[in-house]
């Protein structure tokens, strides 16, 4: 699919502009871009050649980053709610041998609309059929880091070897403005040490991340350590595989010396909240201590299976609350930590530090305005919109989005596509996978 031409010169006026710059200030003034890059940040900017976006009651903020999702599982919203474990993931694994290349399509289009109308610029995907989902991507406008999953060859449901379908569809995206392709080992109970040294060389020679679940749960640690006789991080340190530009999902179930081993490695986490507390895994993410330690954290929804949401507003919300309970102490990961992981931390994580997360001259334009006048947000007041963001929005106070400087979204209506039909034809392509699933 060819890209998109470059986009025309906007200039957002008169915006609360929550920058997210180093010194986290919120301003009142313009953004200008062009190209697809922020051109000027603050009062006074130049108005030739441009689109004018009034801003006059918005406040512009950096577009979120889902650092973790598998989001062509739009279909399957609701599917395995409220089971224990293993028949969750019975159903699951029952349902997936049924999905086809057309159904992810289908499901990556309705995930992606949902990101674009809350908000979100940018995702993290770990799936197969990636092209579909870049193809969704493409089509809507977002900017995608799409990983294909890399399993043992005797794990899989694809067809042929999962490392060859990741090398193609690699070669295939490479330098695409939107779709970043990339290498994603399932986990340690589906990848042996063959396969993680070989998806590692591939990244390695390709210039491309790694993307993979880690210690999500405590069964998964403990058989891990029964067969190997290590924790999965210490026995990915031993036989050489972590590494920076890396990010590892969840990482929930971690020892003080893993973190540091994480640390020590530049390997970034994917915290995912939502989806841990509702699969009752136990435990809570060591968000703080990875921090203290001087790992990049950023912020994922996982799948809407796990989940049931693509909120990045929710997901601040959760992971505040969460740390705040499980520490007795209300100080800790505050609002604009919270902010940082949606935004910051997501850039960082995918190195992309120099482009993304901020409104900042130079970085792309990839921004959303919410309405301040939504309930959500009231008072509008600069010294409480960060709270706002983190602890009370909306996704439905979210009215423009832009990506690379080219609106996506426009009076809370997708710009590159008809939502009717994209919702057609995910309840269609859900018909046939709800049949499917286990009585």
Not at 118 to 138: N, P, Q
Request: net charge negative; hydrophobic share 45%.
């Amino acid at each position: 699919m060819p890209p998109s031409p470059p986009s025309p010169p906007t200039v957002v006026t008169d915006a609360l502009l929550v920058t997210q710059d180093a010194g986290r200030r919120v301003v009142r003034g313009d953004l200008r871009f062009e190209g697809g890059r922020i051109t000027h940040v603050g009062p006074g900017a130049p108005r030739e050649g441009a689109e004018v976006v009034d801003g006059r009651g918005t406040v512009a903020v950096p577009g979120f980053i889902n650092a973790h999702a598998h989001v062509a599982n739009a279909l399957l919203r609701g599917i395995a709610d409220d089971l224990p474990f293993p028949k969750f993931l019975e159903t699951v694994f029952a349902v997936d041998a049924h999905r086809t290349e057309a159904d992810v399509e289908a499901g990556a289009r309705a995930g992606v609309a949902e990101m674009l109308l809350g908000g979100t610029t940018s995702f993290l995907d770990l799936f197969y059929f990636e092209d579909a989902v870049a193809r969704a991507s493409v089509g809507l406008g977002m900017r995608g880091f799409l990983g294909w999953a890399v399993l043992d060859p005797d794990k899989t449901t694809q067809t042929g070897v999962p490392l060859d379908n990741a090398r193609a569809f690699v070669g295939r995206w490479k330098g695409h403005p939107l779709v970043t392709p990339l290498v994603a080992p399932q986990g340690v109970y589906a990848c042996g040490r063959e396969t993680w040294l070989a998806a590692k060389e591939l990244a390695e020679r390709t210039g491309t991340l790694l993307h993979y679940h880690l210690s999500e749960t405590r069964g998964e640690v403990h058989e891990h350590e029964r067969a190997t006789g290590l924790r999965p991080a210490a026995w990915l340190e031993s036989i050489g595989f972590l590494g920076p530009g890396q990010v590892a999902a969840h990482a929930v179930w971690l020892t003080g010396a893993e973190i540091g081993t994480l640390a020590r490695h530049a390997v970034a986490v994917a915290h995912c909240p939502s989806s841990n507390l509702k699969l009752a895994s136990g435990g809570v993410a060591p968000v703080v201590e990875l921090r203290a330690a001087g790992a990049t954290v950023a912020l994922g929804t996982d799948s809407v299976v796990t989940n049931n949401s693509l909120s990045m507003f929710r997901e601040m919300h959760v992971a505040g609350l969460v740390q705040k309970n499980q520490r007795w102490d209300p100080a800790v990961l505050t609002a604009q930590e919270l902010l940082d992981l949606a935004t910051l931390g997501g850039a960082r994580a995918l190195g992309r530090a120099d482009d993304l997360g901020s409104l900042e001259v130079g970085k792309r334009a990839d921004v959303f305005l919410a309405r301040l006048d939504h309930p959500s947000l009231v008072p509008a007041r600069p010294d409480a919109v960060v709270s706002h963001l983190a602890y009370s929005a909306s996704e439905e106070a979210v009215d423009t989005v832009f990506v690379d400087g080219r609106a996506v979204v426009r009076g809370r209506r997708l710009l590159g596509g008809d939502w009717s039909r994209i919702r057609t034809e995910a309840e269609a392509a859900a018909e046939s996978l709800w049949a499917s699933r286990p009585r």
